[in-house]
């Protein structure tokens, strides 16, 4: 039986479902998913594009007040993908590394 992998993120990640908007000037590239899970160094979501490793993006989401400490908030990644995984028809599961995070204004209505 071989050994499990040992765990190589630095931050505990939080099991989140957050809607997302991804964007990839590489592969002129803009769509949606969601999130499944979230730490300040890292994201794993679903959507309906492919990317490969070594992609950067560039998403967009709402920070849980459960990362902010109380509030909610926007937030603008830009990421590196590091692992793609089918996910179903159609479906594509993405690792990325968080390069940078930039917080973004809330918009009035």
């Not at 957050?18 to 769509?31: F, L, M, W």
Request: hydrophobic share 35%.
């Amino acid at each position: 039986m071989p050994e499990p992998k040992p765990e190589r993120r630095k931050q505990k990640r939080l099991s989140v479902t957050v809607p997302i908007t991804i964007k990839s000037e590489r592969d002129a590239v803009q769509t949606s998913g969601y999130a499944r899970d979230l730490s300040s160094g890292g994201i794993f979501l679903y959507c309906d594009s492919h990317f490969s490793e070594g992609s950067e993006l560039e998403i967009v989401l709402i920070l849980p007040k459960e990362m902010t400490g109380g509030q909610k908030q926007w937030v603008c990644c830009r990421c590196s993908v590091v692992r793609v995984e089918e996910a179903g028809e159609q479906r594509c599961g993405v690792a990325a590394r968080i390069l940078n995070m930039d917080i973004l204004p809330e918009i009035g209505g």
